[in-house]
């Protein structure tokens, strides 16, 4: 069982920035790509950014040009740094693993974090 810990939630105000982490028990290197998800109170989880195993990254459009997603592969580490915070941002924030053979697609999710933003 492949094991992920977020890590750097809390509260911020608006226009604010944080930094969260996602590591690996193991090696993240074998994963196909490595996600952020997050879901607001009574509402859906969402993605919110990728990054694959080559470095390519995408965002959702409501975070674009704000966030930034990045890996250490060295630390089992994934990055979500997160500038110009706003109230709509509050979530919790998952950390997701994706990792494809020719049988099955393996989904892997850490415990989630809290983020608030505060306007």
């Known amino acids: 069982q492949v094991q992920l810990v977020e890590s750097g939630g809390g509260l911020v105000r608006a226009g604010g920035s944080l930094r969260l982490s996602c590591t690996g028990a193991?090696?993240?290197?074998?994963?196909?790509?490595m996600n952020w998800y997050r879901q607001a109170p009574g509402k859906q989880r969402n993605l919110v950014a990728r990054?694959?195993?080559?470095?390519?990254?995408s965002y959702a459009d409501s975070v674009k040009d704000r966030f930034t997603i990045s890996r250490d592969n060295a630390k089992n580490t994934m990055y979500l740094q997160m500038n110009k915070m706003q109230p709509e941002d509050t979530a919790v924030y998952y950390c997701?693993?994706?990792?494809?053979?020719?049988?099955?697609?393996?989904?892997?999710w850490g415990q989630g974090t809290q983020v608030t933003v505060s306007s």
């Open positions: 193991a090696s993240i290197l074998s994963f196909d790509s």
């Open positions: 997701n693993a994706v990792l494809k053979n020719l049988i099955r697609t393996y989904d892997y």
């Open positions: 990054i694959t195993d080559r470095g390519s990254t």
